[in-house]
């Protein structure tokens, strides 16, 4: 005799996505297993955070609490953050059933905190990371950094700061390297998240 898990009596829950393909994983998941759910506006009782990584859910959250967090890829940094942030429970994507996220959302609903076994187990094994140190930037990374965030080309920013272009290619490929970013776009994402500029 199989064990039917009944829905939390109206537990509404509330889904922040990353993106809306993993949005409508979730609230599929949800509607499968009977869960409300709530609008921005509403109050509700959890707080489901999606993302492909941890830090990607724990970023749409803003400054709400995520509950639930549900990723594809954890990682040691992602799930301190968000249990720092106060997540009561994490689940796979891969692992995203009826039953499992109904059991999550009680976790997170109840503090008891619920981590997949793989991420337990890689959280417990090896050396703690240190979170990344912010990036220090010169005063004319900042400036070059805030003319590329409205939309200057090099030989713009380089008018505008009386250098030569070669040298603001220079500056742009030291501050790439402090910010560890993958193009000018990510820097600049990156430098307005961490208050940079």
Same mark, same amino acid.
């Given at each position: 005799m199989?064990?039917?898990?009944?829905?939390?009596?109206?537990?509404?829950?509330?889904?922040?996505?990353?993106?809306?393909?993993?949005?409508?994983?979730?609230?599929?998941?949800?509607?499968?297993?009977?869960?409300?759910?709530?609008?921005p506006? !509403?109050?509700?009782?959890?707080?489901?955070a999606?993302? !492909?990584?941890v !830090?990607d859910?724990?970023a749409?959250?803003g400054?709400?609490?995520?509950?639930?967090?549900?990723?594809e890829?954890?990682?040691?940094?992602?799930?301190r953050r968000?249990?720092?942030?106060?997540?009561?429970?994490?689940? @796979?994507?891969?692992?995203?059933?009826?039953?499992?996220?109904?059991?999550?959302i009680?976790?997170?609903?109840?503090g008891?905190?619920?981590?997949?076994?793989?991420?337990?187990?890689?959280?417990?094994?090896?050396p703690e990371?240190?979170d990344?140190?912010?990036?220090?930037?010169?005063?004319?990374?900042?400036?070059?950094?805030?003319?590329?965030?409205d939309?200057?080309?090099?030989?713009?920013?380089?008018?505008?700061? @009386?250098?030569s272009?070669?040298?603001?290619k220079?500056?742009?490929?030291?501050?790439?390297?402090?910010?560890?970013a993958?193009?000018?776009?990510?820097?600049?994402?990156?430098?307005? @998240?961490?208050?940079?500029?």
């Amino acid at each position: 005799m199989t064990a039917v898990l009944a829905p939390p009596a109206a537990v509404p829950v509330r889904v922040v996505a990353a993106d809306e393909s993993t949005r409508a994983k979730v609230t599929s998941a949800l509607r499968l297993a009977g869960v409300p759910l709530s609008g921005p506006a !509403e109050g509700a009782a959890v707080v489901a955070a999606v993302g !492909e990584t941890v !830090e990607d859910a724990i970023a749409a959250c803003g400054t709400a609490t995520p509950g639930l967090v549900v990723a594809e890829r954890f990682s040691q940094i992602g799930v301190r953050r968000a249990l720092r942030m106060g997540a009561g429970a994490m689940l @796979r994507t891969a692992d995203l059933t009826p039953a499992r996220l109904l059991a999550a959302i009680d976790a997170a609903r109840s503090g008891d905190g619920r981590v997949p076994h793989e991420v337990l187990v890689r959280l417990l094994d090896g050396p703690e990371p240190a979170d990344p140190a912010p990036a220090v930037l010169t005063r004319r990374q900042t400036s070059v950094l805030a003319l590329m965030a409205d939309g200057h080309g090099n030989a713009d920013i380089a008018r505008m700061l @009386r250098c030569s272009e070669h040298t603001v290619k220079n500056v742009i490929y030291e501050l790439m390297g402090r910010l560890q970013a993958r193009n000018r776009s990510h820097a600049v994402a990156t430098a307005i @998240r961490t208050g940079l500029i």
